[in-house]
Each structure stands twice: as structure tokens, then as C-alpha cells.
């Protein structure tokens, strides 16, 4: 399988590049998968939804402003969506036209959507904290909750699952627990 970095950056000033797996690339959108290490476990009803080694296989939308993973416990079990909220994508390609590289702004604010639909905020406070230390200013704390919004609008009414179930309709992938299994 190719690989293709990550570059995460949170503001104001933390950069990470992580290692992803490509699995489909168009115009609209790039679906990667990893194994992730969450800076904290989430747990919805008693039981662990996302933690250390927990696969996702991601969303990015091109032009967008969030990316959603779809998120698979150690048991290959999906267990639900996280969604960042961010600045849009940047892509970065070699000579030959390939993709090298992309690059996604974290805003801090997140939503974890359970399978049933449900949702919670994540990262408020440290979305309160970043706007307070100046990290993010009026305007992209006024786009980030404004995204959120619109976002939580979306889940109620089915259409981020539909938005997601066109890609996968799109690329004609057969069950993504098979792109999971095979991540080391």
C-alpha cells in the first residue's frame, strides 16, 4: 500500500507529520488510514470508543472545514466517527503530479458521533484556552464554531453519513474492516 504524510499542525506553533496509508485520492476528498494515539481516550457509555491503536480510516474533504475517521476499536468493531474541525486541507505533490503530502490546521473543537447518532463536543476547554492565549483570533474562533454548528446540523439530519457513504460508494470499497486489518 503507498503512504502519504500527515502534516498536523495545531496552533500556535506544534507540527506533527505522521505516516498514513493511502487509499483513494480524487479532487473531493483523501481517505487515509493509521492507528491512532489519541491525546486522551473517549469513552461513550461505559465503554472505550477511541484509544491507543484504535484504527481510523479518514475523510479529508477537499475545501471543507473538518475531516471525519472512521473509528474501529482493536476488535476491527466500528465504534464511530471522530471529526476534527480545521482550516481546509492543503495538498502538496511531487513533480510528477503525486501526492507527497497534506497538511490540515487542527481549531481544537471536535465531535465524536456514535453509531446510534448521538453526538459529543470534544476539546471546549481547550478551545477556550487557545482563544484566550490569542492562538486563535475572533475570526477563526467565530469559523470554528460556526463549522461545529453547521456540522452537529448535518449529523441530525443523516447527511454526514451520507457524505461519507458516497465515498464509499465512489470507491467501490468492499468493507473497510479489510483496510483495517491490514494496518500494522
Not at 123 to 149: H, M, P, S, W, Y
Request: charged content about 25%; some cysteine.
Amino acid at each position: 500500500m503507498e503512504t502519504v504524510t500527515l502534516t498536523y499542525k495545531r496552533p500556535p506553533d506544534r507540527v506533527n507529520n505522521f505516516q498514513q496509508e493511502l487509499l483513494y485520492l480524487d479532487d473531493h476528498v483523501i481517505v487515509t488510514s493509521q492507528r491512532v494515539k489519541p491525546s486522551s481516550p473517549i469513552v461513550q457509555n461505559g465503554e472505550m470508543v477511541l484509544g491507543d491503536n484504535f484504527a481510523a480510516i479518514w475523510f479529508v474533504f477537499t475545501g471543507l472545514w473538518y475531516d471525519v475517521g472512521k473509528v474501529y476499536n482493536l476488535n476491527n468493531e466500528w465504534t464511530g466517527y471522530y471529526c476534527d474541525i480545521m482550516k481546509p486541507v492543503k495538498r502538496s505533490v511531487d513533480r510528477t503530479g503525486k501526492l507527497d503530502c497534506f497538511e490540515i490546521t487542527d481549531l481544537f473543537l471536535d465531535l465524536w458521533i456514535n453509531p446510534d447518532g448521538t453526538y459529543q463536543i470534544q476539546d471546549e476547554d481547550e478551545f477556550e484556552e487557545a482563544v484566550q492565549n490569542g492562538a486563535i483570533d475572533t475570526e477563526l474562533e467565530r469559523k470554528a464554531q460556526e463549522v461545529l454548528t453547521a456540522l452537529i446540523a448535518k449529523v441530525e439530519s443523516g447527511d454526514l453519513e451520507h457524505q461519507v457513504q458516497e465515498v464509499i460508494n465512489r470507491t467501490k470499497f468492499t468493507d473497510l474492516r479489510d483496510y483495517v486489518e491490514l494496518l500494522p
